[in-house]
């Protein structure tokens, strides 16, 4: 065993796996010949020697931390010449940190601060660029002809002390004087390691984590990238702090949804992912990415962390510090949307759209408020209802200027007219008037799909379906579109597309409302579907279920399904739980307080009315 005080570079390929599900056998044949033509030689050049093979990337030993950087510096130079002809979405780029550190060499591999600390640097270098801890930065200063720009101390997992972090930012030929380089040597007496990750599917990989099992993930991972965003961590302990990192994931989570080339887990889901590792939100919600940080604040002083993983092969993909006043959170939700984008290669420019979604409530407290308003709103109860009035009328009494308090006002007053709470009449006029209001402000996709629910009930059926259709081009992925967009098209017209846009966003939102099981479930035996809509209901009027409205409906659609089949002992076993949650029930219940009276095909209300007639629910 060996200790030594060494320099390291780190670099990774970034989206390689993208890469080789866009050109495989070009992919791999370019990779090979730059490690051929370039990232070998050039190690050889600057004096390097290979020391292992490490995942997708390789360790190797060199003669100062001069020469380390300066072959980084070539490496990248070089690679931006070599990849010029390939079409910006398929370049193959690398990530390149050098840090100088204590590190062991012990029976052929190597280990060490020296070594964790520089695979962690890697994370926080561009896409192209190289960037170097304060320990190389030290010694480097003026020895080689570039820039750099100072990052900052950045808490770095697994690193008990913060390491400064600087950026080369003007990468010239990476020249110097060789005297002066060996001089480096033989003062220094250093040994500089250069970590290049390749991406090269077929080394072995280390996970930087135990990974999620694949065998044990509740869903199939589906083709586009999937994430999860995890509650960020509350540093300063207080409940309003809390509110606040809750508020920012909230926000990370509205903007990613912005992407239709993203599997988004729904900001509902939220609350249970707290205090569990990235492997069990994995397998919980069948995702592969999780994102993870957490939120300090002391006073006007605010600190965010936050990291990426691919919970599924164990690695850190990329994490960053910011220290920023409490005034500049919706900057770093900006920088962190960017950098989570960037990583899984979605082509999307974040702009200003998902700064609209994001913004549309104005204030990160106004977003906590929301996520607790909401908990009571879902609950679809009376009780729940004047919950929901007091925190969301709280938010509106703040800022009625904005998209979002004026959205939040409408629902509630839609819920009031479903519930049978306060004059019909009224309510109905002030819903429909506070979401126009929001449109007219500047509403994002939800604004529109809540307009579209309101003009559907309203008897306006061929506006409402083009108000869907601009919802979904404006947040294709948002979980509130696809339900709420679902049931107009599922009750209209456009039965098989409603049901598809419903079970999508319960799947991006798995701790969905309750209302949308019982709209759905109704879809699917309109539909003829009955096996998925038998299923979908005897999971609805489980005893532990609370929501009475969806147990009725489904109650509804299992006794008529039970008479169809010729089991009329069932069916009665069905309507007598119906009765014993709702003694008063008649054909106008059904027809109105279920909506069926706004469903295209009536036709198939008269046959389902009649089958309940036939079990004795009236």
């Not at 509110?243 to 993203?262: C, H």
């Not at 008529?560 to 106008?588: C, K, T, W």
Request: hydrophobic content about 40%; glycine content about 8%.
């Amino acid at each position: 065993m060996e200790r030594r005080i060494a320099a390291i570079l780190v670099s990774d390929m970034v989206g390689f796996s993208r890469l080789v599900e866009l050109d495989e056998s070009g992919t791999l044949a370019r990779q090979k010949r730059h490690r051929l033509e370039l990232i070998d030689p050039t190690i050889k050049r600057f004096h390097g020697h290979i020391v292992k093979l490490t995942g997708d990337g390789m360790i190797a030993e060199f003669g100062s931390v001069v020469e380390a950087v300066q072959c980084a510096v070539s490496v990248q130079n070089e690679m931006s010449h070599r990849e010029a002809d390939q079409p910006s979405d398929r370049q193959i780029r690398y990530r390149i940190a050098v840090n100088l550190g204590d590190v062991v060499f012990d029976d052929g591999d190597i280990y060490g601060d020296g070594v964790n600390i520089a695979a962690r640097l890697e994370a926080l270098a561009e896409p192209g660029g190289v960037v170097v801890s304060g320990t190389a930065y030290d010694l480097l200063k003026s020895h080689i002809d570039v820039g750099y720009k100072s990052l900052g101390e950045k808490h770095l997992k697994n690193i008990a002390t913060p390491v400064r972090v600087y950026q080369i930012t003007a990468q010239g030929t990476g020249a110097t004087s060789p005297t002066r380089s060996r001089r480096r040597i033989n003062l220094a007496l250093i040994v500089a390691l250069l970590v290049v990750v390749a991406g090269a599917f077929w080394w072995q990989s280390q996970p930087d984590f135990e990974p999620a099992d694949p065998q044990n993930l509740a869903f199939a991972l589906p083709e586009k990238p999937s994430i999860a965003v995890a509650p960020f961590a509350n540093l300063t302990g207080d409940r309003q702090q809390a509110n606040l990192s809750d508020g920012l994931s909230a926000s990370l989570i509205s903007a990613l949804t912005v992407s239709p080339d993203l599997v988004v887990i729904s900001v509902g889901s939220m609350s249970d992912m707290r205090d569990i590792s990235a492997a069990e939100i994995a397998e919980k919600y069948g995702v592969r990415y999780v994102l993870q940080g957490s939120v300090q604040t002391d006073q006007s002083d605010l600190r965010i962390s936050a990291q990426l993983v691919d919970a599924i092969s164990g690695r850190t993909i990329w994490a960053d510090q910011w220290d920023r006043s409490t005034d500049n959170i919706f900057e770093v939700q900006d920088e962190i949307s960017d950098k989570v984008f960037e990583e899984l290669q979605v082509k999307l420019t974040l702009g200003e759209q998902a700064r609209t979604s994001r913004e549309k409530l104005g204030t990160p407290e106004n977003i906590a408020d929301w996520l607790r308003g909401r908990d009571a709103y879902h609950t679809w109860s009376n009780e729940g209802l004047e919950t929901a009035t007091q925190i969301w009328g709280a938010i509106y009494q703040k800022n009625p200027e904005l998209a979002g308090p004026n959205e939040l006002m409408s629902q509630l007053h839609f819920q009031s007219v479903v519930l049978g709470v306060g004059d019909y009449f009224e309510n109905t006029d002030k819903a429909r008037r506070f979401i126009e209001k929001a449109v007219d402000i500047g509403g994002d996709g939800q604004t529109y799909a809540y307009l579209a629910l309101m003009q559907f009930f309203s008897n306006e059926a061929l506006q409402a379906y083009e108000n869907v259709d601009l919802a979904l081009s404006m947040n294709p992925g948002d979980p509130e579109v696809l339900m709420w967009g679902g049931v107009v098209f599922a009750f209209g017209s456009r039965l098989e597309k409603g049901i598809d846009m419903m079970q999508r966003g319960m799947r991006l939102q798995p701790y969905h409302p309750p209302w949308v099981v019982g709209d759905l479930c109704h879809a699917l035996y309109r539909a003829d579907r009955y096996d998925e809509a038998k299923e979908l209901a005897l999971e609805a009027i489980i005893p532990q279920s609370k929501d009475i409205r969806v147990k009725l409906r489904c109650l509804g659609v299992l006794t008529a399904m039970s008479v169809q089949e010729g089991d009329m002992d069932q069916a009665r076993v069905y309507v007598d739980q119906f009765h014993e949650l709702e003694p008063n029930i008649s054909r106008s219940y059904f027809y109105h307080k279920f909506g069926m009276v706004r469903i295209y095909d009536q036709e198939h209300v008269t046959r389902f009315l009649a089958l309940l007639d036939e079990a004795g629910m009236f």
